[in-house]
C-alpha cells in the first residue's frame, strides 16, 4: 500500500483524553499528503466528528462500505459509530485537512444530532464552505504554535465551525426541498443514528422508545418493514464490526473490547464474533 505523509498531526494519546477548549474536545487535528492510491486505512469513529477537508487532489471517503468521490473544497463529515477509510486517486494524490471534535453545548450538540438523523446515508455528507477550510488551518496553527490565550482562540474557531456546519447542512436540506424522504424513513434512519452514536454505551434497546416518544414494539415492527433488518439484528451486526475494528488495531484486548461493547462477559462475546466471522476473536489481527 502506498504511504502517505502527514505534514502536522496532533493525536490523542488516548482515546479518553482529548484537549478541552471551553465546551468543546479536540481529539486530533492534522494535515496529510497522500500518494497515487495511498489508502487511511480503516478505522471505526468514536464518539465524536470528523471532519475531512480535501485541499488538493481528489480520492474517495469509504463509509460504512459506502464510497463517496471528494475533491478539492468539499468537506466530508463522519459520525460516531461510522467505519472509515480514506483512498487517494492514482492521478491527483488527495491532500486533506482533518480536525475530530466534540461539543457539550446543548443547543450545538442537539443539532448535530439533527445532522447525524438526517444524513445517515454517506453521500449525504460534503458541503463545500471556504471559511471553515481556513478556520481547520488556523486551528492546525494554533495548536502547533502555542501562543497567549491560544486556548480561548480555538474554543473560539471550534465553535464558529459548529455553527457553520450547522448552517451549511441546513441550507442543504431546505435546497433539497421537503419531501425527499418519508417520516418512517426518517425516523429509522434516526434509530439507525442513536445506536451508531452509543454504540459503546447502550444499555438496552428499548431505550429508542424513550427517545422517540414511540412504543419499542411500534419501532420494532417499523425498522423491520422498512430497512427489512430487526433492530436487534442491525445492533448485534453494528456492535461485531465495531468489535473487529478494534481487534485490528493493538490498542485493545478481547477483553477489554468485549467490556467497551457491553458483553457480560468474554465467553458470550466470543461465540458471538466467531459465529459471525467464522474465528474467534483472538485471531482477529491476524486475519485483518
Do not use: W
Not at 447542512?169 to 429509522?188: H, I, P, R, Y
Amino acid at each position: 500500500m502506498p504511504e502517505y505523509s502527514y505534514k502536522y498531526k496532533i493525536s490523542r494519546d488516548s482515546l479518553y483524553s482529548p484537549l478541552s477548549y471551553g465546551e468543546h474536545f479536540l481529539y486530533q487535528v492534522g494535515r496529510i499528503h497522500c500518494n497515487a492510491d495511498s489508502e487511511i486505512p480503516i478505522h471505526t469513529q468514536l464518539d465524536y466528528f470528523e471532519l475531512t477537508i480535501a485541499t488538493e487532489g481528489k480520492g474517495t471517503v469509504v463509509t460504512n462500505n459506502e464510497p463517496v468521490e471528494v475533491s478539492a473544497g468539499d468537506i466530508y463529515i463522519s459520525f460516531a459509530g461510522d467505519f472509515h477509510r480514506i483512498i487517494s486517486d492514482s492521478e491527483q494524490p488527495l491532500k486533506f485537512d482533518f480536525i475530530t471534535i466534540k461539543s457539550q453545548n446543548e443547543t450545538i450538540s442537539a443539532c448535530m444530532e439533527e445532522i447525524m438523523a438526517q444524513n445517515h446515508a454517506a453521500d449525504r455528507r460534503i458541503v463545500r464552505d471556504e471559511v471553515i477550510l481556513q478556520l481547520v488551518s488556523r486551528v492546525i496553527k494554533e495548536v502547533k504554535k502555542q501562543k497567549k490565550l491560544s486556548e480561548k482562540i480555538i474554543e473560539a474557531i471550534i465553535t464558529e465551525i459548529f455553527v457553520l456546519l450547522i448552517r451549511d447542512f441546513d441550507t442543504a436540506e431546505q435546497n433539497e426541498g421537503a419531501g425527499s424522504k418519508t417520516e418512517a424513513e426518517m425516523l429509522c434512519f434516526r434509530l439507525m443514528n442513536y445506536i451508531d452514536n452509543h454504540i459503546y454505551s447502550i444499555n438496552n434497546l428499548r431505550e429508542l422508545a424513550a427517545t422517540t416518544n414511540y412504543s419499542y414494539n411500534y419501532l420494532s415492527n417499523l425498522f423491520k418493514e422498512v430497512t427489512g433488518v430487526t433492530l436487534q439484528g442491525y445492533y448485534h451486526n453494528r456492535r461485531l464490526e465495531t468489535a473487529s475494528l478494534l481487534l485490528s488495531s493493538e490498542d485493545f484486548t478481547v477483553s477489554e473490547v468485549a467490556a467497551m461493547l457491553g458483553y457480560s462477559s468474554v465467553y458470550p462475546f466470543s461465540l458471538a464474533f466467531k459465529k459471525k466471522f467464522g474465528y474467534p476473536p483472538s485471531e482477529a489481527r491476524k486475519k485483518q
